[in-house]
């Protein structure tokens, strides 16, 4: 009786291993908002960390994170590191890519709560009288990230705090 428990245990820790190592190996999760103010005047929000601070809502979840900027801010290449409490995480952002009133790429290395290494995007398009801002982030999930798609809804969470932002933005910009 205890092989044959033993052995139901085994094959459904297999299956359970084989599911999450079948799932899907990228990952993108994207929010847009339209904002009432022109790309101008929207971009320096987004291309500069010093612009994030006002609307970000990853610090706004740890108003004590410990920041440091390396380099010119608002350039390619400069880096943001961060340091915030078990909510907020620890790692780093660095500028990737630069299009005036268009477009920023950053890249986004997290030391904590777990490792990860992913693209953000913001996208600036005219959208009648405003501008429609499009938040993306895209990566690769590794086993442990596999098997935490499986327990928690990456794209709801992920995607609720792209939606705060937007609207902290839009906030910021429409006053």
Avoid at 38 to 56: D, V
Avoid at 151 to 165: S, V
Wanted: charged share 25%.
């Amino acid at each position: 009786m205890i092989k044959i428990v033993g052995l139901v245990v085994v094959a459904l820790l297999v299956i359970f291993i084989v599911f999450i190592a079948t799932r899907a190996p990228h990952f993108h999760y994207e929010r847009s908002g339209v904002i009432n103010a022109p790309a101008e005047k929207i971009f320096p929000y987004l291309s500069t960390f010093q612009g994030g601070h006002a609307w970000s809502p990853f610090e706004r979840i740890d108003p004590n994170m410990k920041m440091k900027v390396i380099g010119d801010d608002g350039k390619v290449g400069t880096v943001m590191e961060f340091d915030g409490n078990k909510d907020a995480g620890s790692g780093k952002l660095e500028i990737l890519k630069i299009t005036p009133s268009t477009e920023v790429d950053m890249r986004l290395i997290m030391v904590k709560p777990f490792p990860a290494d992913n693209l953000i995007e913001y996208r600036l398009t005219p959208e009648g009288t405003g501008t429609k801002l499009t938040w993306s982030m895209s990566g690769e999930n590794g086993f442990f990230g596999k098997m935490i798609t499986v327990f928690i809804d990456c794209d709801k969470m992920i995607g609720d705090q792209m939606n705060q932002g937007i609207k902290n933005l839009k906030e910021v910009v429409e006053r």
